[in-house]
């Protein structure tokens, strides 16, 4: 079974996951996670992990919390992964919306540049 990543817990899709709250990662987890949250979840709540704090776990830290199950700690950094992708796209395009990034609007990368490079 394939956990969705597509749950969003809070009412504005525009909140990046790294400025979740640690309620909002609680939901995320809930959702996408059902089985780790129930296993998991009160140490998420106990460590007061928020969105960055999430992106920053890694196999050592996830061990340090009591995840002791290799196979569990997998599927979170990959269910992570996934949420940080999903978390850098959301904020490159509100930035893009922004006008924060006109550079690759104005300094497109042509065919002829690449070959260039190559």
Request: proline share 3%.
């Amino acid at each position: 079974m394939e956990a969705s990543t597509n749950a969003r817990p809070s009412k504005s899709a525009s909140v990046a996951p790294c400025f979740w709250t640690n309620s909002e990662i609680l939901q995320w987890m809930k959702n996408s996670l059902p089985e780790l949250f129930h296993k998991y979840g009160g140490f998420f709540k106990t460590h007061g992990i928020r969105g960055r704090t999430l992106f920053m776990l890694n196999d050592n830290l996830l061990l340090e919390m009591g995840i002791n199950d290799s196979q569990d700690r997998a599927q979170f950094r990959i269910e992570i992964a996934k949420l940080k992708i999903k978390s850098d796209l959301l904020t490159l395009k509100n930035s893009h919306h922004k006008g924060n990034i006109r550079f690759l609007e104005e300094n497109p990368i042509s065919e002829s540049s690449q070959s260039e490079n190559a």
